[in-house]
């Protein structure tokens, strides 16, 4: 892929902390927390609470060392970031300055991809049920869509001889994964063993199905194939899995060959990579700590799986494709809450923030998930076990049974490693606004989303005039 990287992506130094969470992340020569060259103390004072921070330079460093994995490993390598993830039009520069297309979902996801500058043609949509506007928007900018229903194809057909232009299409599978039958995943994707998991799900098309679309696309001059695609999504921590995965992914290749005599050009293995940290992601977590993965494990046994399955059926490299989401906004990002009323209880002690489990997604199936820290005595041991808590009128815990230094009302905690899935999955219930987003760069940080504003709920709200005429009148 052409990258254009030079000018615009910036040479980048991990900063010597006296304590790391990240290259860009870590506890600064006054013991707070730092955001890259800033305080967050500062941050918070600035720009007010519930905030989520990214570090910029993290993002691209944590881009680059994924990237650089699976190239020592991988001839053909083009990484797609899930814009899911992190759907912020700022990260969308800083994706596209670093060379990564991405994976969109619907027209929004898109049109910000659009609208922030990425290059089309290294963009999919992907999607269980387009709409014929979404399917529109991709064939005229050229897009790859991915098909994932049997009548998508007659769909993208005709709007592309519609428009008098060609089509890049692949198509999800469904892959069979009989060697993770008896697997287990992790805890966040609920029972079941990663084949009952993946098959349950609404994706993918089967093999008949599958080699069936080719065969019709075949005959329809304007489309042209050009990948399968399959997501494991975040259902296992062992890279082992994931070469399961990518082994079947050729599999298929050879199946598609033999039945059809197209065998894909490339093949995109999705997301679900996942990143360890020394601190893991919190309490009784067996999840992302030192153990999980690491993006040289998974480039390592997912090539190799990839070039034995090609070797044994005769079939060349494919190009490479990879959807990451979370392992590289997930730990550029840190949500920060500031403390209000603290309460001792006959057992339990509860500290009170202004972040909820709106905020931190995860922390709301699992309240152990992030990681938290005391921003201004971010060194101290912790000397006491409280629930952090949110103002929901749920239990709203986003941490509980945390071993924290003492806080009191004014003090600030944040939660590490929170930069995938939380803006862009935030929920307003209990009427709450939406937290702003500031970017830092160095000593730089800079609003890259607004604080949510009353106007901006209620705007939306629509009284029928004979509700309003009854409320207003006087008994
Ligand atoms: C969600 C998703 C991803 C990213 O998943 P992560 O767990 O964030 O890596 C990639 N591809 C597809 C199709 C997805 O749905």
Not at 69 to 74: G, S
Request: aromatic fraction near 8%; charged fraction near 25%; glycine fraction near 10%.
């Amino acid at each position: 892929m052409k990258e254009k990287t030079s000018g615009q992506a910036p040479q980048l130094t991990p900063i010597d902390y006296k304590v790391k969470f990240g290259e860009f992340i870590g506890i600064g020569p006054n013991g707070h927390l730092f955001v890259d060259g800033c305080d967050v103390q500062e941050l918070a004072e600035t720009f007010g609470t519930p905030l989520y921070i990214i570090s910029e330079n993290q993002l691209r460093y944590t881009y680059r060392a994924f990237r650089d994995a699976f190239r020592r490993h991988y001839p053909d390598v083009e990484i797609l970031f899930a814009n899911k993830s992190n759907n912020g039009l700022a990260i969308r520069h800083i994706m596209n300055q670093e060379g990564a297309g991405g994976d969109c979902f619907g027209a929004q996801e898109m049109y910000m991809a659009l609208l922030a500058g990425t290059d089309a043609r290294t963009l999919v949509l992907n999607g269980s049920n387009k709409q014929d506007e979404e399917l529109e928007m991709a064939i005229a900018n050229g897009l790859c869509v991915n098909i994932d229903a049997m009548d998508e194809l007659d769909r993208i057909a005709a709007i592309a001889d519609q428009l008098g232009v060609d089509v890049d299409v692949g198509i999800r599978l469904k892959l069979d994964l009989e060697p993770l039958r008896e697997r287990k995943g992790v805890a966040m994707h609920g029972p079941g063993t990663l084949k009952q998991q993946s098959d349950s799900t609404k994706w993918g098309m089967t093999r008949e199905q599958t080699a069936e679309i080719v065969k019709r696309a075949l005959t329809m001059p304007r489309i042209k194939l050009k990948e399968t695609h399959f997501h494991l999504s975040r259902m296992s921590n062992d890279a082992a899995d994931f070469a399961v995965m990518a082994k079947e992914m050729i599999t298929w290749s050879g199946y598609l060959r033999d039945k059809t005599g197209w065998t894909p050009p490339c093949i995109d293995i999705g997301g679900g990579w996942t990143f360890g940290k020394w601190y893991g992601t919190g309490p009784n977590s067996q999840l992302d700590d030192a153990s999980a993965p690491t993006a040289e494990d998974y480039a390592r046994l997912c090539a190799a799986a990839i070039k034995e399955e090609a070797a044994r059926l005769g079939l060349p490299l494919p190009k490479l494709r990879l959807e990451p989401g979370r392992a590289l906004s997930g730990p550029s990002g840190v949500a920060v809450g500031r403390v209000g009323a603290v309460k001792t209880g006959a057992t339990k002690k509860w500290v009170n923030l202004d972040l909820s489990t709106n905020h931190l997604s995860w922390s709301a199936v699992l309240d152990w998930y992030y990681h938290a820290v005391a921003v201004a005595n971010a060194e101290a041991e912790g000397t006491e076990v409280v629930d952090l808590v949110g103002p929901l009128c749920n239990s709203d815990e986003v941490g509980s049974h945390r071993k924290m230094p003492a806080l009191q009302r004014g003090d600030y905690v944040a939660f590490l490693d929170a930069g995938g899935y939380t803006e862009s999955s935030a929920a307003r219930y209990n009427a709450q606004l939406l937290p702003a987003t500031v970017l830092v760069a160095g000593d730089k940080a800079e609003i890259t989303t607004e604080r949510e504003q009353l106007r901006d709920v209620m705007g939306r709200f629509r009284v029928p005039p004979r509700l309003l005429a009854g409320s207003f009148t006087r008994s």
